[in-house]
C-alpha cells in the first residue's frame, strides 16, 4: 500500500498535461531534448509514459511551459491541490476595473450631491445647472472611456483624474 498524498488519477492527469505540452510546443522530441530541456528523448518519453512511475522535473516543466507559452502541468498540480492558476494580469485587470467602479460611484456620488443641494430650495440656478452639467459630462467621460476599454480588451481603465481633466494618475 502506497503512502502517497496524491491519486493515481491526479498522477495520470499529470502525465497527459506533460504529453499535451510536449505537443504543444510543435517541435519532435529529439528537438526538444537538444533545444529547450536538459532531459534526452528517452527521458522525454518516460515522462509522460502512464507506464512509469517517472515524472519530469520541475525545471524542465518550466522549460517546456515557457516554450508553449501555457503552463499545462502547473495548472493541473494547482487543481489537484484544489487551486486555480490565473494570469497576474488578470489580478491586475480585476483591481483596474475596481478602481474604475469605485471612481464612477465616486462620481456619481459627487453629482448626486450637487443635484441635492440644487433642489434644496426648490429651485435650480444657472449656476447649479451649470456644475450639474459640468459632473454629468465628467461623469460620462469617465464611463465611456471605461466601456472602450473593456470593449477593446484593454485592461487599463481610464483614471478618474484623466475624464476630470487633471491629468494622468501618478
Not at 108 to 119: E, K, M, Q, T
Amino acid at each position: 500500500m502506497s503512502n502517497r498524498f496524491s491519486s493515481e488519477d491526479q498522477r495520470q492527469t499529470l502525465k497527459t498535461m506533460w504529453r499535451l505540452l510536449l505537443r504543444r510546443t510543435g517541435l519532435g522530441l529529439e528537438e526538444i531534448a537538444a533545444d529547450i530541456t536538459r532531459l534526452s528523448k528517452p527521458c522525454l518519453s518516460k515522462a509522460g509514459s502512464t507506464h512509469d512511475d517517472y515524472f519530469a522535473p520541475v525545471d524542465a516543466v518550466l522549460d517546456l511551459e515557457l516554450a508553449a507559452g501555457d503552463p499545462l502541468v502547473t495548472r493541473a498540480l494547482a487543481r489537484a491541490q484544489g487551486f486555480r492558476l490565473v494570469p497576474m494580469d488578470a489580478t491586475a485587470q480585476g483591481l483596474d476595473m475596481m478602481r474604475a467602479s469605485t471612481e464612477s460611484t465616486a462620481l456619481l456620488g459627487d453629482l448626486s450631491r450637487d443635484v441635492l443641494a440644487a433642489i434644496n430650495d426648490g429651485r435650480v440656478t444657472v449656476v447649479e445647472r451649470e456644475k450639474l452639467i459640468g459632473d454629468l459630462r465628467v461623469l460620462m467621460k469617465h464611463l465611456n472611456q471605461w466601456h472602450d476599454s473593456l470593449a477593446l480588451g484593454d485592461s487599463k481603465v481610464a483614471d478618474i483624474r484623466k475624464a476630470r481633466g487633471e491629468g494622468h494618475a501618478g
